[in-house]
């Protein structure tokens, strides 16, 4: 049982280049999620989704685009990337309902120069 | 809008010793208050949580107790062990809100032999 899978695990960008973050899970969870993680900022909920073909914007939404057409795959795009996207990218996805636990990636830490 | 506060940023103690992670929230229509603890490279994983009809919840050596009219809640880990350390973040969320939690900026802890 794979659980939350994210790749890559590393990635250097130049600013204003586009790429696009996977996540995959095998657990059947409707709930998907994708924070950043800063240090002194804790996690941040970038954008979130309840279930495919639907998503919404989370506290940091800007500068970041979903879509969710299957229920296994939230993949997150960055359109034009800033050095301010650097960050420790987290994908987590649950059960909904009951406040489930979330089920953590291990992260993809991007760079922007 | 920082609506999770934590507190101390760090923290070292010696085996056996009794880590105290404090966190504070704003807004009093949270209603569910988990604890996810991260080891480096990987994804925060839930250690505990606890609803605020309750005032203290114990799971092995790790207890929260809450302070509903101080909007205050805290971890204690009894008899610290070396594979303890890692960060601890704490975290609150609504029922019904679906799986959308705001996190605090996260407590890194050592524990020393």
């Known amino acids: 049982n794979a659980g939350v899978t994210q790749t890559p695990k590393f990635q250097v960008l130049k600013t204003g280049q586009s790429m696009t973050l996977q996540c995959a899970q095998d657990?059947?969870?409707?709930?998907m999620s994708w924070y950043r993680q800063d240090p002194g900022m804790g996690l941040r909920l970038i954008h979130y989704s309840v279930g495919a073909g639907i998503t919404d914007q989370g506290e940091v939404p800007n500068g970041y685009n979903v879509s969710r057409s299957t229920t296994e795959d939230f993949p997150l795009r960055l359109l034009s990337a800033a050095p301010s996207q650097t960050s420790v990218y987290f994908c987590a996805s649950s059960r909904t309902g009951g406040n489930s636990p979330l089920h953590f990636g291990n992260g993809t830490r991007l760079t922007v120069t | 809008q920082q609506q999770v506060k934590q507190s101390p940023q760090s923290l070292i103690v010696q085996k056996g010793g009794i880590p105290i992670i404090n966190c504070a929230y704003e807004?009093?229509?949270?209603?569910?208050f988990p604890w996810y603890q991260q080891f480096p490279g990987k994804g925060p994983a839930l250690l505990i949580a606890?609803?605020?009809?309750?005032s203290e919840k114990k799971e092995g050596r790790f207890t929260i107790s809450f302070n509903k009219s101080a909007k205050q809640f805290s971890l204690h880990i009894m008899d610290s062990q070396p594979g303890d350390s890692a960060t601890y973040f704490c975290a609150a969320g609504l029922t019904g809100g679906g799986n959308k939690l705001t996190f605090g900026t996260g407590t890194q802890l050592k524990v020393e032999l």
């Open positions: 606890i609803r605020p009809d309750v």
């Open positions: 807004n009093t229509a949270f209603d569910y």
């Open positions: 657990m059947n969870h409707e709930y």
